[in-house]
């Protein structure tokens, strides 16, 4: 009877448990990833750094502003001043106007305004590597996720199995078909099952707030069982997918992005070299006496020439060409391993796929022929720990297996395709 009612509330808490689950938003993976680029807050964040590259770009446009220079003389005494004048007549006074502006005559703001656009792109392509990155964690998030609830699932088959038998385990110790310790073999399984159920529905719940949280998701989320994890056909040659990866990659685009912007830059400090003169015009009435002039200043470069910005953009330079070269060998390796432990988890799968079904029909047949008389308790607690064991090692290997497929889709760069 007492094991009646525990069976009844198990059922009943797995009952509300999967009405509450219900109510909830079921993601898939890709919907997981899309969510996760409209909502994440760091993403939110980061995506600030493109409108930052866009205020340089209009800083890199303007053009100087013109300069105005006043220059007021006034006689200090008035036995100076201008006969039958007084000391606030223009008569007692020198007034210089002077409106100047700097010329660039190099094209300086041309080369400043193409290492901004650079730089901007450089900008947009380090977002989409952060998006890869985050989308990378949101995929781990969703498959730790999705691993929990599977074996969640696992432990309420088992735990169901258990408790089906004790409760015949129950009517044969009263008929005295079997001996007191074995019902109590049995019943303890079920109390293991139990305890460990209720610490996979807490991982689960925890799975599941580490999902919402990278999401950016206001309410209640939970895993889509149904649909496919892996939906992108990839390549089947590793020749075409490292080829794929080195176009599709953000980090390969900021590496040849940077090379890009050193190169405007050192044309950008070869110009910067050359004086800018500032050019204008003077109005000067002199005790009411007008007077025009014109205004040039120009820095003469006898000593600094920018020669070490120059200097300094050249190595620039060398730096971004080594490092997309380290960078191209690091995505090569990356994606060989990725593919290659990719294929080993795809065979493993197939091959659990076998012994799952094959211990699951071993354990349907030993508790037949033990409820029967036919065998003994060992035989099948044996069959049912090693259904368990295997089912638990096949979700560990599939999970394995969405694992390295999002692992590729990351080495590949696409991640941010889904």
Do not use: C
């Not at 006074?93 to 002077?98: C, E, K």
């Not at 099952?193 to 309410?219: I, S």
């Not at 040659?237 to 390969?252: A, F």
């Not at 368990?388 to 096949?394: E, I, L, Q, R, V």
């Amino acid at each position: 009877m007492i094991q009646h009612k525990k069976l009844t509330l198990v059922l009943l808490a797995i009952t509300l448990y999967t009405a509450q689950s219900a109510a909830q938003e079921n993601y898939t993976l890709n919907q997981v990833l899309a969510k996760t680029k409209g909502n994440n807050p760091v993403l939110k964040s980061i995506g600030f750094n493109t409108d930052i590259a866009k205020s340089d770009v209009i800083t890199a446009g303007l053009r100087p502003n013109p300069v105005l220079n006043n220059q007021t003389l006034q006689l200090a005494q008035s036995s100076h001043f201008a006969p039958d004048t007084k000391f606030y007549q223009p008569q007692n006074r020198q007034v210089w106007w002077q409106l100047t502006k700097p010329v660039a005559l190099t094209n300086q703001r041309k080369y400043k305004l193409d290492v901004a656009d650079k730089a901007l792109s450089i900008a947009g392509k380090s977002y989409l590597d952060a998006e890869r990155n985050i989308l990378l964690d949101a995929g781990d998030k969703w498959l730790d996720a999705w691993y929990n609830k599977v074996t969640l699932d696992l432990f309420v088959k088992a735990k169901q199995n258990t408790d089906s038998l004790v409760q015949i385990q129950q009517i044969r110790l009263k008929n005295q078909v079997i001996s007191a310790s074995e019902f109590t073999r049995t019943e303890l399984l079920s109390i293991q099952y139990d305890l460990q159920l209720k610490t996979a529905e807490q991982n689960y719940r925890n799975a599941l707030q580490n999902l919402k949280l990278v999401m950016g998701a206001d309410g209640e989320v939970s895993i889509d069982m149904q649909a496919p994890v892996m939906t992108m056909v990839l390549a089947a040659e590793l020749d075409s997918i490292v080829r794929l990866s080195l176009g599709y990659r953000p980090d390969m685009q900021i590496a040849q992005g940077n090379i890009e912007m050193a190169r405007s830059n050192i044309k950008l400090q070869k110009k910067l070299a050359t004086p800018v003169p500032e050019l204008g015009a003077i109005w000067n009435p002199q005790n009411t006496v007008p007077y025009v002039g014109f205004f040039a200043t120009m820095e003469l470069p006898f000593f600094s020439r920018n020669q070490g910005e120059i200097q300094k953009s050249k190595v620039e330079l060398q730096q971004s060409e080594q490092s997309l070269t380290a960078l191209q060998q690091q995505v090569e390796t990356d994606v060989k391993n990725t593919y290659n432990t990719y294929q080993i988890n795809r065979q493993t799968v197939d091959k659990y796929k076998d012994i799952l079904r094959r211990s699951e029909e071993v354990l349907q047949s030993v508790k037949y022929a033990y409820t029967r008389g036919g065998t003994t308790i060992i035989d099948f607690l044996d069959a049912q720990r090693n259904w368990y064991d295997t089912g638990k090692m096949y979700y560990e290997a599939l999970y394995n297996y969405h694992k390295s497929y999002l692992q590729l889709l990351y080495a590949t760069g696409l991640i941010n395709q889904l």
